[in-house]
């Protein structure tokens, strides 16, 4: 049984730093054909900045809802993560109301029916009546619209995580491995209503990251010191480096036709496969145990523009998400590219418009909540802080 958690930690601006990362990638990867998506790190592995984000969601959620949770404050520990999940809910809804508001006035004033057609926007017109049930349910799940329902799925598993992990975090990341596999096995999850599936992002497989993210943050608020392990740094860096070869030249022919199953979903992103999954855990681990950590512990304020959009990393998300497809249809509808990021001048040119544009208003947007909210810079420097983790050597606000 867990005992109680005492104390607090400084907030350490590496997690909002890696966070804020994460927006800016995700956000250039939901531009279809822009340039700058050939150099997000999805190019150069198996995993993507949607894994990268799931993780820290876990290490956050640790660090803000678990130490209440075993210190006697179970019962406001779920009262914050409800209200939580009614924040996101409320978000989600505005975001794809809006976002289809954008479509629809782009296909009038440009003459696009065709605007309305992708990515299972066809539904509202299709089976309208379906459709908004199915955006009420969380059950719509379309393009650029479905990362907040994972995330809420999730956070509603998150008290038994908790309930588990007080008995045991082996027995909570073993809970979860097992319900990532059954998923896997027999390929359930959330239903995709109008449409027919699960959801993209499946709750019950990603909640697997999530939950090695959460376990993370319990040791790393309890200080736990864990010495890093030359031989594992080596299999992880030879794992990232062969990913590496065979996602750029590319090698996925060369892999043996095989039953799915013998690969746990292989490749497969709605399922978390296990390359994916494996490549993620090596990517944090090599991260981790790089001088990386202290270099940016040495230098990082509360004032760094990064740090500050992963600070606010809800309406952040938000709006990037409405100017991915703002940018989007600027591309494809308006100069008529194609959904190739090949360069040209002009193309080069206009994806430098849309992604500069739209990462200054992120920006814009993160340092007006910041100065909205003055009270909330920390009382003490993360640089100040004492060492807890070790070689690690990564500190996580709460």
């Not at 958690?5 to 822009?34: E, Q, T, W």
């Not at 990913?243 to 090698?251: H, N, W």
């Amino acid at each position: 049984m867990d005992t109680a958690i005492s104390g607090k930690m400084p907030r350490d601006y590496r997690i909002d730093f890696f966070r804020g990362l994460a927006l800016i990638s995700i956000f250039v990867n939901h531009i279809p054909g822009n340039w700058f998506s050939n150099f997000t790190h999805r190019n150069f592995g198996l995993s993507d900045a949607a894994e990268v984000f799931v993780l820290l969601a876990g290490i956050s959620a640790a660090l803000a809802y678990y130490p209440r949770f075993v210190n006697g404050q179970a019962g406001l520990s779920v009262a914050q993560i409800v209200k939580r999940i009614g924040t996101l809910y409320i978000a989600h809804l505005s975001s794809i109301a809006i976002g289809f508001a954008v479509y629809a006035g782009a296909s009038l004033w440009l003459n696009q029916p065709d605007l309305l057609i992708p990515d299972e926007r066809h539904w509202i017109l299709d089976q309208t009546v379906q459709s908004l049930f199915g955006i009420g349910a969380l059950t719509y799940q379309t393009g650029n619209f479905n990362i907040l329902p994972m995330y809420i799925g999730m956070l509603a598993l998150l008290p038994f995580i908790m309930i588990l992990a007080r008995i045991s975090l082996l027995l909570a990341l073993a809970s979860s491995a097992v319900l990532w596999l059954v998923a896997n096995i027999f390929h359930f999850g959330p239903p995709n209503f109008p449409g027919n599936g699960v959801w993209y992002f499946n709750p019950l497989t990603w909640q697997l990251i999530f939950t090695i993210g959460f376990c993370c943050g319990v040791h790393l608020r309890r200080g736990t010191r864990i010495a890093p392990s030359p031989l594992i740094y080596a299999a992880a860096l030879a794992y990232l480096i062969a990913a590496a070869l065979l996602v750029m030249l590319p090698l996925w022919d060369r892999f043996p036709v095989l039953p799915e199953w013998v690969w746990i979903s292989g490749f497969n992103k709605s399922w978390v496969g296990l390359f994916r999954l494996v490549h993620l855990l090596a990517f944090a681990y090599v991260i981790l145990c790089s001088p990386i950590p202290a270099f940016l512990k040495a230098r990082l304020t509360h004032d760094n523009w990064i740090v500050s959009l992963g600070r606010n990393t809800l309406p952040v998300f938000w709006l990037s998400t409405l100017l991915a497809v703002i940018g989007h249809i600027i591309r494809e509808d308006v100069f008529m590219l194609p959904n190739d990021p090949m360069l040209t001048m002009k193309s080069f040119a206009i994806d430098c418009l849309i992604v500069g544009v739209g990462a200054a208003l992120l920006f814009a947007l993160a340092l007006l909540l910041d100065w909205l909210k003055p009270g909330a810079k920390p009382r003490q420097h993360a640089s100040e802080a004492p060492r807890r983790l070790g070689a690690a050597r990564l500190e996580l606000a709460e």
